[in-house]
Nanobody, 129 residues
Framework: QMQLVESGGGLVQAGGSLRLSCAASVRTFSNYAMGWFRQAPGKEREFVSAISWSGGTTYYADSVKGRFTISRDNAKNTVYLQMNSLKPEDTAVYYC??????????????????????WGQGTQVTVSS
């Protein structure tokens, strides 16, 4: 069983930056692909980004490409989401997710649905205009 704990959310003005972190409590963190999703009020949970176990493959939703960067530190069991040039439409609860297969996140990206075995509790990101 894996536990995921997100941190780093908060209130920021449009154009600003935030870095989200997700710490995983699991012995074999490097066996998992990691991802970020978000859910705005009244909307479905949507895929944001994912990174393979080695960090060699990354996926991004079109809405965040060029502004968000996902990375991971396997020695620290942590995945990050650097968010730059934030917009009010980025306001949402951001969830960290883990899955043994990167294919789950590719499926999420392509189907616009949320697939992953493990989920964190979420962290609120609010971008003011």
């Amino acid at each position: 069983q894996m536990q995921l704990v997100e941190s780093g959310g908060g209130l920021v003005q449009a154009g600003g930056s935030l870095r989200l972190s997700c710490a995983a409590s699991v012995r074999t963190f490097s066996n998992y692909a990691m991802g970020w999703f978000r859910q705005a009020p009244g909307k479905e949970r949507e895929f944001v980004s994912a990174i393979s176990w080695s960090g060699g493959t990354t996926y991004y939703a079109d809405s965040v490409k060029g502004r968000f960067t996902i990375s991971r530190d396997n020695a620290k069991n942590t995945v990050y989401l650097q968010m730059n040039s934030l917009k009010p439409e980025d306001t949402a609860v951001y969830y960290c997710a883990a899955d043994p297969q990167m294919a789950a996140f590719q499926r999420s990206l392509e189907s616009r649905r949320a697939f992953a075995d493990y989920w964190g509790q979420g962290t609120q990101v609010t971008v003011s205009s």
